[in-house]
Every structure is written in C-alpha cells, then in structure tokens.
C-alpha cells in the first residue's frame, strides 16, 4: 500500500511539473504574443502620426504660397511698372527730389 501511495504521489508530481510547465509556456507565448501586438499597434501609431505630419506640413506650405502669391503679384507688376519708366521720367524725378532737398534746406 505504502509503494502504491509513493507512485502515486510520483505521478502526481509528474503532472503537476507538467502543467506547470504547460502553463509556463502558454505565459511565454501569451507575452510574445502581447510583444507582436504592440509593436504592430506602435507602428500603426507612427504611420498614423508620420502621415497627420506630412499633411500639416503639405497645408501649411499651400496657405503661405496663396497668402504670398497676392504680395509677390504686387511686387511683380510695381516692377515692371519701373522698368518701364523712361530716362525722360528718370530725370524728372531726380529733378523734383533735387527741388525739395534745396527748397528744404533753404540753398537755392
């Protein structure tokens, strides 16, 4: 009776250590298993962020180009409107800016 108790005592140690065994491997993968999932939730997460920055970025450029494209328009044609003007313009108003420095400064 004795030797039956102490065998059965084994093989009761023996499926102990194999289900703690069992349940130590089912851990490890449930744990890479949670590993996988949050790399592939972090990269889902930066992807998301990378794109939402990119689309800031795209924004942001068209609103200062539109809000340039009127300023730069402006310079633009009170350009051209110099290079158009004449010698005879030219001298004309060097002659008027001549006038009010000596008109204001009293050496005439």
């Known amino acids: 009776m004795a030797k039956e108790a102490i065998e059965a005592v084994k093989e009761a140690e023996q499926k102990a250590n194999l289900i703690i065994q069992e349940a130590t491997q089912t851990s490890r993968d449930i744990v890479k298993e949670a590993e996988k999932l949050a790399e592939e939730k972090y990269q889902q997460i ?13 924004n942001a450029l068209k609103e200062g180009e539109s809000i340039a494209k009127p300023i730069i328009e402006k310079g633009m044609k009170e350009s051209e409107k110099l290079i158009a003007l004449t010698d005879k313009d030219l001298s ?5 800016i001549i006038e009010r420095i000596v008109n204001t400064n009293g050496n005439s």
């Open 92 to 96: 004309k108003a060097v002659n008027i």
């Open 46 to 58: 930066m992807e998301e962020a990378e794109r939402e920055a990119k689309e800031l970025k795209e």
